[in-house]
């Protein structure tokens, strides 16, 4: 069935720098997705991209929709310890609308003070 | 507005016993979706249904899972009997169908963590 990869796996960074992740696909998609999961909680969209090539910001972060339409990266600029959890790319596919997101494997953010 | 609803936020229970998940979508959505999430496997779609009606379920993991949306504002999640690998995070998530055909973006509820001793 239809993945996507998400990279990277995890990261422990200090407190101030930039974070960049992205996700990948071998198919097309018509929407990306960036969700952001607290412990305990459930994911919460981030930010939503609806074509290709655009780019959207929000507050500190900023996500891209790949011009091929198989990928998206999103960047959090001068990471504070708040910014810590499990980023979750996703997408719905191009073959058609089911409803249904395909998610990524998660990117676990640490920040140290 | 509330956001999605789910109930219990945590249930422990004994192996073979009956469990019950609930959720109340956010109103006015169309689409209401069922999640597993677990370490091994991340974030697992169950089922989802579209105007209360199942629309894929090929997600369920065994016939022991069961899943109902009587209305338009409540949703079940059933596991008979459950079994210790049962225990994860379910979330249950609603989103809204655009007018140009696509869904917008899935809102998630607070999952209700399963345990099965």
Not at chain 2, 48 to 74: C, H, T
């Amino acid at each position: 069935g239809q993945q996507l990869n998400q990279s990277p796996q995890s990261m422990f960074i200090q407190e101030g720098e930039d974070v960049s992740m992205n996700c990948t696909s071998s198919s097309i998609f018509n929407t990306w997705l960036w969700y952001k999961q607290d412990p305990g909680e459930g994911p919460v969209l981030l930010i939503a991209l609806y074509k290709a090539g655009e780019l959207t910001s929000n507050g500190r972060l900023t996500a891209q929709f790949g011009i091929t339409r198989k990928d998206s990266f999103l960047n959090i600029s001068a990471s504070i310890p708040s910014d810590v959890g499990i980023y979750f790319c996703a997408g719905h596919p191009g073959s058609g609308n089911t409803g249904k997101l395909i998610f990524g494997q998660g990117t676990t953010l640490q920040v140290k003070p | 507005d509330a956001g999605v609803i789910q109930s219990p936020r945590h249930e422990v229970t004994e192996m073979g016993q009956e469990v019950t998940l609930r959720c109340k979508p956010i109103s006015g959505h169309d689409y209401l979706f069922w999640y597993r999430q677990t370490m091994m496997r991340g974030l697992e779609l169950l089922i989802y249904f579209n105007n209360n009606v199942p629309i894929d379920d090929s997600g369920m993991p065994e016939d022991r899972f069961s899943a109902k949306m009587p209305n338009a504002s409540f949703s079940t999640l059933k596991i008979q009997p459950s079994e210790p690998r049962d225990s994860a995070v379910y979330f249950c998530a609603s989103s809204l169908a655009l007018t140009s055909g696509f869904t917008d973006t899935q809102y998630f509820g607070p999952g209700t963590r399963l345990t099965v001793l």
